[in-house]
């Protein structure tokens, strides 16, 4: 039996009144009121910490509160006073805790000791750190290399990500799947191939000079709120902002800086001046429909002897391909690319004319681009549009993934990859004398192939929860049973920790927010934001438990208990003094990290350098290329009874965390077990308002895939696309349902038949004020 949501319109801005109770709240409900709000006017200023909700940029110039609600709550949620305690797990046996939902598990607070399964209770016990140490390393060392996989999610700093890279390498793994390949691997895949760099082109100063800025598939509002504002000062200097998403997103819409009491009082600034409900899926088109009036005013302009539309000097001295895009663009159809992407000719159109009219553009994107079939193909069209008018590598232009986890970018810099070809294992070979293994290793969607086969045997983990984040849920968790040895490392209890292996550790870990004291003294970390600058990072607060050890000294003692000793390379004192991590890092990247360990509380991040910037091409024709799609332009599926279903964020979460049930913005509060559908579509199914829905996965491969006691919620959403939240929908996603050249799970473009359920009892949610109106 489910609680019932409650379903209220949201008229308010994003940020505003709002933000500041959410805070208030949060605070409270985390118990550290006091000390918290303190803490939070360290966030993101060049001489504290770090945020460890999203990657967004941090200026140098930082507001006195350089910090959102979402960026509060994760602050909160870390320095929590609550802690899980052995009593705690003494408790309770794991079957028991595989019942909680995913707040209730992470909402008991910080870890506080190491543990180890014991399968005779079904509970884990107290372990000391040496018997753990000794034990994973034992373990390690009896299982090949090729079985064991060592995955990372986005928020280890770039010093605990270079010594597990290198650890991983020496003991002969490349087994490095990380949280970008549920993520951004579609760009990481695409742009090489086009622009040279595996990451974005923007600075935080081009939102400064540019004078037209698109956006696709992105929730600002809440996974990267602190993005508003740049966009409102641009918005308010009146650069056209051109949104594309299925949804209309609340901070795409109006903002209100919750720091200025004035728009407070007045509502907040318009940002989007055109927005487009694209069809879920239906960028590729909707991108092809713009190209196509650009080449056809192009053509026009040509034929008129007028000045020409496309940026001619630029095409021909840094592009390839451009002829055979063009004729791509002259051969659409508008009623075609009308019915891919679900918008109308005048709209592609309308968009083309501010691009056309525009001289420095930004196009920023999330998940909704990276996590479909067409993933890496949407993203280079993206491309596409840019090099058109030669839109990359000049002041106020560029391509600008919004990333994910707060470090996430900068462990693939440091090597945390399974491309082998994305890591100087030369390098690395030669300043550490041994012999890195030159095999591909294990992408998240192999790794999980792995351990449904039983060839994956060891299961490391440096943070995230990887069992809740991957698709197939239903075959996934009896599967990680299987797992001979299963290590995690981490700050809160998730459901990766309590589905064990025959042999499972927990390993609980300092948070970036406390203070990492080693024998030189206090210690501080680095990570690198989305628009790759470097950032140090200084821990503010006593360590919740004095049991924690950090994530570089676990490394290196896991490295130490499972490797053999090594001349070149004494993992002790690089945790006494990280400053000679960054050295090494320096050592392994020269040009990326010169002088690293002096630039690295410079205001505002030092940028690394990127040869697209300067327009240098690093791509095998040293050029930038268009490219055409391959496949069709990813039209809606055919059976009528089939709609997409994208897995979205809600407001009170990060990711797999779940701080609380609302989804502010989007008007639902008190549960997220819900799908939200377009009235008509609801008409046509005959279904009402709160009727309870089933979703069942549209693939036939002999797998059982359904998700029951969804909530019909009525939405502003475009027909025969349907939306629900992820983790809860995880067990709909077929493992073989991945964007093709990057396997990031398509998580936005599930096919699903929707069959209603019979009546259900259910509770009404709790009387919650609506915030704003
Ligand atoms: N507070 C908070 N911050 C976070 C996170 C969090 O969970 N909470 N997660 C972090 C991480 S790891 C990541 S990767 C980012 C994720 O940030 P986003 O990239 O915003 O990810 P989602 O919330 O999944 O939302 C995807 C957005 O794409 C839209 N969309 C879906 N399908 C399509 C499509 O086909 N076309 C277009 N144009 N739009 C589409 C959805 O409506 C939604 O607005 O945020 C990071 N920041
Ligand atoms: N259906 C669907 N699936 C998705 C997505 C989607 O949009 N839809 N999004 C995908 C994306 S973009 C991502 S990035 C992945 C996220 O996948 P992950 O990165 O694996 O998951 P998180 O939920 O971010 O991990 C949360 C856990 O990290 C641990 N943790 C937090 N801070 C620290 C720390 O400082 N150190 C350590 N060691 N541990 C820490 C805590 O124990 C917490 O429970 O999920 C992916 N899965
Ligand atoms: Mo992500």
Not at 317 to 341: D, K
Request: aromatic share 8%.
């Amino acid at each position: 039996m489910r609680q019932r949501v409650k379903v209220e319109h949201y008229d308010g801005p994003a940020g505003g009144w709002g933000s500041v109770k959410a805070v208030a709240s949060i605070l409270t409900q985390e118990e550290v009121a006091i000390l918290g709000s303190e803490i939070l006017l360290k966030q993101n200023k060049p001489d504290g910490f770090m945020c460890v909700s999203c990657s967004w940029a941090k200026p140098a110039k930082p507001h006195p509160f350089e910090f959102c609600e979402n960026g509060a709550m994760a602050t909160a949620w870390e320095v929590t006073g609550k802690t899980v305690t052995p009593d705690f797990f003494a408790a309770h046996t794991l079957a028991e805790l595989r019942s909680w939902s995913d707040h209730e598990l992470e909402e008991q607070g910080r870890l506080t000791t190491p543990m180890r399964y014991d399968a005779s209770t079904d509970k884990y016990v107290p372990v000391d750190w040496s018997t753990a140490f000794r034990e994973i390393g034992a373990e390690l060392s009896r299982l090949g290399p090729r079985s064991v996989v060592m995955y990372t999610s986005g928020r280890a700093s770039l010093e605990a990500s270079y010594m597990y890279q290198l650890f991983g390498r020496m003991y002969g793994t490349n087994n490095f799947p990380d949280s970008s390949n549920m993520c951004h691997e579609t760009t990481s895949v695409a742009l090489p191939e086009v622009i040279g760099v595996p990451v974005g082109t923007v600075l935080l100063s081009d939102f400064e000079q540019a004078d037209c800025i698109f956006f696709f598939g992105h929730n600002t509002t809440t996974n990267a709120p602190r993005m508003l504002h740049p966009l409102q000062e641009a918005a308010q200097r009146g650069v056209p902002i051109i949104t594309f998403n299925p949804l209309r997103e609340r901070g795409l819409e109006r903002f209100t800086n919750p720091q200025n009491p004035i728009q407070m009082v007045m509502g907040g600034t318009r940002i989007s001046t055109q927005y487009h409900q694209v069809r879920l899926g239906g960028d590729a088109a909707a991108i092809a429909g713009i190209c196509k009036a650009i080449i056809d005013a192009d053509d026009a302009a040509r034929a008129s002897g007028s000045p020409r539309v496309v940026d001619m000097n630029f095409i021909e001295q840094h592009t390839s391909g451009f002829e055979e895009f063009a004729a791509f663009c002259r051969q659409n159809h508008w009623n075609e690319l009308e019915r891919v992407s679900g918008l109308s000719r005048a709209s592609m159109t309308d968009a083309a004319n501010v691009y056309m009219a525009s001289k420095a553009v930004i196009a920023n994107y999330g998940m909704g681009i990276t996590q479909h079939r067409h993933g890496v193909e949407t993203v280079k069209m993206i491309v596409n549009l840019l090099l058109l008018r030669g839109n990359i590598g000049k002041p106020g232009a560029g391509i600008s993934p919004i990333r994910g986890h707060s470090n996430v970018q900068g462990q693939r810099t440091v090597g945390i990859s399974e491309k082998t070809k994305l890591v100087p294992l030369d390098r690395l070979a030669e300043l550490y004398d041994f012999d890195p293994p030159r095999w591909e290793g294990l992408t998240t969607v192999d790794a999980c192939k792995g351990i449904l086969k039983g060839d994956v045997c060891g299961f490391v983990s440096l943070g995230g929860n990887f069992l809740r984040a991957v698709p197939e849920r239903s075959l996934m968790e009896p599967a990680w049973t299987g797992l001979r040895l299963s290590v995690q490392i981490a700050t809160k209890l998730n459901r990766s920790h309590i589905v064990p292996g025959e042999v499972t550790y927990l390993l609980p870990c300092l948070g970036r927010i406390e203070i990492d004291t080693q024998a030189s003294g206090p210690q501080a970390i680095s990570m690198e934001d989305s628009t790759t600058s470097i950032h140090g990072s200084r821990g503010q607060r006593e360590p919740v438990a004095k049991s924690l050890l950090s994530e570089v000294k676990i490394v290196a003692e896991l490295a130490k208990a499972t490797l053999k000793a090594n001349p070149k390379l004494d993992w002790d004192t690089w945790v006494a003094d990280y400053s000679l991590v960054r050295d090494a890092i320096e050592r392994t990247y020269p040009d990326q990290f010169k002088e690293f360990n002096r630039r690295m509380f410079e205001p505002g991040g030092f940028p690394r350098p990127l040869g697209a910037r300067e327009r240098k091409w690093k791509t095998p024709n040293g050029k930038a290329n268009f490219t055409v799609p391959t496949s069709a332009l990813n039209p809606p599926a055919e059976a009528d009874d089939i709609y997409e279903l994208m897995t979205m964020r809600a407001d009170g979460q990060f990711n797999t965390t779940i701080y609380n049930e609302d989804d502010r913005f989007r008007g639902i509060q008190g549960g997220r077990y819900v799908v939200l559908i377009n009235p008509e579509d609801m008409a046509e199914m005959e279904l009402k308002s709160g009727d309870f829905v089933t979703l069942s996965t549209a693939v036939n491969d002999g797998v059982d895939r359904s998700l029951g006691e969804l909530q019909v919620v009525p939405y502003d959403i475009p027909r025969k696309s349907i939306a629900g939240y992820y983790p809860e929908c995880n067990e709909l996603i077929p493992l073989s349902h991945f964007a093709e050249g990057s396997k990031v799970p398509a998580a936005k473009s599930i096919p699903v038949r929707i069959s209603k359920d019979n009546p259900l009892e259910y509770v009404e949610a709790d009387e919650i004020p609506i915030s704003v109106t």
